[in-house]
């Protein structure tokens, strides 16, 4: 049943796809309970495949699904392991109940289908993140929920601080990626590809301190942008200004915690460099009480739980 871990991907993405093409003519609620059941469907195949590792009866497992780009080393795979396992059943038990309260929340809005085609695509790029086997695969899953979170949050677009809101999301975010792929070429300058099996099995033999920090200080700069850390958490607040579900999807279990994943993922590469992280936690710990501060001055509650969404990231980041 492994063999089939790519149908969790698949699944959302289906319904994405689906609903952007006949979402006007499915209509509302249809569309919704559609996108919804895509979800949950989803859900329910990662707990089976979860159940194994709660009873101690499975190994990790990589599924090679086609190779990608052969000069780089990045074939198109998957990698089913704890971490993936807990995340993926967050994302998707999160995602469905946020998905089913928003098919009350849309009713009504004329572009109710393209709502739902939006959530579904942001579940399928948040899975590709958390399941991915090397980085280049990890990379278009970071992407394509930067890409999602632009459209959810600007959803709206004709009230000029939904459009403003979006767009600000959009550049901060790039701003980290910057650091993500600057850490990607170093990687693969150091390995010849961008494999964590080999990345991090010949870690502590390939890299120096020195290559090892530079690495781990990139990869968080993108986990900065991501996890809305000091000093580029200033996206998050605006973020408010998209529909009510899509504040709850992106600061509860999916979009702000890649950053934090990202980390725990690439554990590996920080343990061989203790400058970042003492860096990584003494950001988190800034961000924790310097948001928790701002929260104490606003006077609109969704803002509030902006700003205590990123003084929360910053407690994760600093246990990372």
Do not use: C
Not at 11 to 34: N, Y
Not at 49 to 61: G, K, M, R, V
């Amino acid at each position: 049943m492994i063999d089939y871990l790519w149908l969790l991907i698949a699944l959302p993405l289906l319904g994405a796809v689906t609903l952007l093409l006949f979402g006007k003519r499915i209509g509302d609620p249809a569309s919704g309970w559609l996108a919804s059941l895509m979800v949950i469907a989803a859900f329910g195949f990662a707990v089976v495949l979860a159940w194994p590792f709660f009873t101690a009866t499975q190994e990790p497992e990589s599924i090679f699904l086609f190779q990608w780009i052969p000069v780089l080393g990045v074939a198109a795979a998957l990698l089913w392991d704890p971490l993936a396992a807990m995340m993926t059943l967050i994302v998707t038990g999160v995602g469905a109940v946020i998905h089913v309260y928003a098919i009350g929340y849309m009713h009504g809005d004329e572009r109710f289908g393209r709502f739902f085609a939006y959530l579904n695509l942001f579940i399928a790029s948040m899975l590709t993140l958390v399941l991915a086997d090397n980085f280049g695969v990890m990379f278009v899953g970071w992407e394509l929920v930067g890409l999602s979170s632009y459209l959810l949050i600007s959803f709206w677009f004709v009230r000029p601080a939904a459009a403003s809101a979006g767009k600000k999301a959009f550049i901060v975010n790039r701003i980290g990626d910057w650091g993500f792929l600057v850490a990607l070429m170093l990687i693969f300058a150091a390995f010849g590809t961008l494999d964590f099996g080999i990345v991090f099995g010949e870690a502590d033999v390939v890299l120096s301190t020195g290559m090892a920090t530079a690495i781990t200080l990139l990869l968080f700069v993108g986990a900065i942008g991501k996890s809305a850390q000091i000093p580029l958490y200033v996206w998050l607040p605006d973020a408010m200004e998209g529909p009510t579900p899509v504040s709850a999807l992106i600061h509860a279990a999916t979009m702000v915690t890649a950053g934090v994943f990202m980390i725990a993922r690439t554990a590996t590469l920080y343990e061989l460099a203790p400058t970042s992280a003492a860096i990584v936690a003494t950001v988190g710990a800034v961000t924790a009480l310097w948001a928790a501060t701002i929260a104490i001055g606003q006077r609109d509650i969704k803002r509030v739980l902006a700003y205590s969404t990123i003084s929360q990231l910053g407690y994760m980041v600093m246990a990372m």
